[in-house]
């Protein structure tokens, strides 16, 4: 089983910055793809970001790219997303995933993953 928690979301000015982390549990955790993922309030959970396993393949929605950075420390079995000139529509709970049992493919389809984290709150300010 995989158990995933997310932190570092807040409030923020737009143009300021924000480091999500998320923490997993359980072997699975490195040998799979992870991704994040947002909803906003009365739209569906999008797309933000995934990558593989080794790191050395990532994957953005048009949205974040140049923004937004996805990454992940195998040995502390920590995800991150850095997030850079941030604006109001990137407004959200950002919730972090794991695919599991070895997909090591960083899809961008939230049904392709089968773990979540409870999700974070990002808001940001005019």
């Known amino acids: 089983q995989v158990q995933l928690v997310e932190s570092g979301g807040g409030l923020v000015q737009a143009g300021g910055s924000l480091r999500l982390s998320c923490a997993g549990s359980g072997r699975t955790f490195r040998w799979t793809a992870l991704g994040w993922f947002r909803q906003a309030p009365g739209k569906e959970r999008e797309f933000v970001a995934a990558?593989?396993?080794?790191?050395?393949?990532?994957n953005y929605a048009d949205s974040v790219k140049g923004r937004f950075t996805v990454s992940r420390d195998n040995a502390k079995n920590t995800l991150y997303l850095q997030m850079n000139s941030l604006n109001p529509e990137d407004t959200a709970v950002y919730y972090c995933?794991?695919?599991?049992?070895?997909?090591?493919?960083?899809?961008?389809?939230?049904?392709?993953?089968?773990?979540w984290g409870q999700g974070t709150q990002v808001t940001v300010s005019s």
């Open positions: 995933a794991a695919r599991g049992s070895g997909n090591d493919l960083p899809s961008s389809r939230s049904d392709e993953y089968n773990y």
């Open positions: 990558i593989n396993w080794s790191g050395s393949t990532t």
